[in-house]
Nanobody, 119 residues
């Protein structure tokens, strides 16, 4: 399983970015992020068929996860960005059951894309 995240960059607070990840359509998928000196944390996840989505409280209402299985692509639309959203964002594959919220449930990870939000 290969994952390729893209779309990161530098944006001002209040701005928007859309991250993409080339990912298999066969599995549940998630986005995580890791800020400097911090643990990798859950951001959002989506079921294989796209019918269920899950969000961290810190991004709920500002972020939308979606997928296009025909294009084997996962998206993360981020609006109203804050400086505390600055992190490397990773897409990940969850092949089996278990919680969407825990990084240990994910089997494969992309290389990450850096999002920097300036104040």
């Amino acid at each position: 399983v290969q994952l390729q995240a893209s779309g990161g960059g530098l944006v001002q607070a209040g701005g928007s970015l859309r991250l993409s990840c080339a990912a298999s359509s066969s599995y549940d998928l998630g986005w995580f992020r890791q800020a400097p000196g911090k643990e990798r944390e859950f951001v959002a996840a989506i079921s294989r068929g796209g019918d269920s989505t899950y969000y961290a409280n810190s991004v709920k209402g500002r972020v939308t996860i979606s997928r296009d299985n025909a294009k084997n692509t996962l998206y993360l639309q981020m609006n109203s960005l804050k400086p505390e959203d600055t992190a490397v964002y990773y897409c990940a594959v969850k092949r089996w059951g278990g919680s969407y919220f825990y990084k240990n449930q994910y089997d494969y990870w992309g290389q990450g894309t850096l999002v920097t939000v300036s104040s």
